[in-house]
């Protein structure tokens, strides 16, 4: 009888060894994501104002996307795309403020029915809690730059130290000590960083203090040939950051006496330089430039190196080797461009954001893909990797064959986008449109505006050329395009009341 057990024993151990080797040759999935992290601030991507040598590394070992676009460019909304690869007409989350449905399906919830391990770290921003997800902690909301509390199902803790360096110290516990090795796993590790208002941490809080950071050549953008939407959003550099944004004010609340103290020291002796100088007209604008960049810059440069801390820990523990590694941002960030901060517009600088994708042995090393893709779709792509079915309701495309180098002569030659939240923060009117490789073309639909731009001729976007007569054959492809993709994405009617405008003396 006991060898007879022995022989059962044996034979359970050896189902159990063949279960892990399967799911062992299923990649995990590591999804990294930054909030605002404008591509403009990736040296991989040409940045002429910082250096991101760790994020460089993604790109140098896998791919870059160069047109990676978002389908609404606000932090709530393109988190629920991503979750459920469909439009927000479809997933039910337009704006800001509203609560993601976490019943409906989604990418976490078929991975982890998959045999997936699913984990959620850092910004959630959805309002509801993560469901699908076998582990999870995360912010309270937007949470705060320095001793976050994080939420998690036995309750709400909070961590002392810089946001950033906890999210990833969370990463990293997870997957030391509490990943379910048996299984591959599926990782979002999301940063609140950059995001406004741009608090660096204690390392680099005196990052940049000697160098004089370039302008972008369009700071002082007056919108002359742009309609009302441009000139009535409140996101302009030189009118619409605040004392808490330009660091005038006392430090932030909630720190330690010890981050009081070298915050102080930070930023006090500035800010005395700054009164004595009595700035007015341009160089005030300047001046406020130069204090958002160098503070966003510095956010920056603690993702990049916290981003670098996961890498190599992958590496030294060989899990590089099966581990497909993605960074992007929930949307692009104006970095002073037209004169702003902040994004919602689709014009280029927030409608790209950056996407690296790195999977040793099958992306071929510093390889760039100039494809139009979307974050809708990133949920196809997971479970493609995962040898998942792709539901059919999902409205994005696998990102996979683009990875593995593969010819696809179907691929989309065009997007589409739509913005919600007006009225609003920034007071950015909405608006819809399509991007194809050369041109763009906007409808500000409730104030009946419409805006194209010849990308190949107007690269930054100063120019619109709807009423050109030259152009006219081309606004009247665009708009059939237009009404195709809204069509082929079903595309709902607003369902928010547009304000009614008050009429010009």
Known sequence: MKWWKALCWLAVVGASVQAARCADLRPNILFIM???????????????????????????????FTRCFVTNSICAPSRAVILTGKYSHLNGLYRNGQTFDGSQQTVAKLLQRAGYHTAVIGKWHLRSDPIGFDYWAVLLGQGPYYNPRIKTPEGIRRHEGYTTDVITDLVLDFLENRWDRSKP?????????????????????????????????????????????????TMRIADHLNQRDLKLGPPPRGLTLEQKRLWQ?????????????????????????????????????????????????????????????????DQGFYLGEHGWFDKRFMYEESLRTP?????????????????????????????DLAGVEIPEDMQGMSLKPL???QKVPQWR??????????????????????????????YFYGINEWELYDLQRDPHEMHNVYHDPQYAQVVADLKRELERLREHYQVTPDPFPYPRRKAKD
């Not at 040409?46 to 896998?62: M, Y």
């Not at 660096?200 to 005196?206: A, D, E, S, W």
């Not at 007015?280 to 981003?307: H, P």
């Not at 986008?417 to 906007?442: C, D, F, Q, S």
Request: charged share 25%.
């Open 34 to 64: 930054a909030d605002d992290h404008g591509y403009q601030a990736l040296s991989c991507y040409g940045s002429r104002i910082n250096r991101t040598p760790h994020l460089d590394r993604l790109a140098r070992e896998g791919m870059m």
């Open 185 to 233: 796993f599926f990782l979002m590790y999301h940063h609140k960083a950059p995001h406004r208002n741009w608090q660096p941490g204690p390392k680099h809080l005196t990052l940049y203090d000697d160098v004089e950071i370039p302008e972008p050549d369009n700071l002082f953008d007056d919108y002359s040939t742009r309609g009302t939407a441009a000139r009535e959003a």
């Open 265 to 329: 020291e930070a930023y006090e002796p500035k800010n005395q330089r700054f009164r004595q100088a009595q700035l007015q007209g341009k160089d005030l604008v300047r001046w406020k430039y130069q204090r958002y960049i160098k503070d966003y810059l510095r956010c920056v440069a603690s993702v990049d190196e916290n981003v670098g801390r996961v890498l190599d820990y992958l590496d030294r523990t060989g899990l590089a080797k099966n581990t497909v590694v993605f960074y992007t941002s």
């Open 355 to 383: 996407l690296l994708v790195r999977w040793p042995g099958h992306i071929p090393a510093g390889k760039v893909c100039d494809k139009i893709v979307l974050n809708l779709d990133f949920a196809e792509t997971f479970l």
């Open 403 to 405: 990875l593995l180098g």
């Open 413 to 442: 030659r065009s997007m589409y986008y739509h913005y919600y939240e007006y009225p609003g923060a920034h007071m950015v009117h909405r608006h819809y449109g399509v991007r194809t490789e050369r041109y763009k073309l906007i």
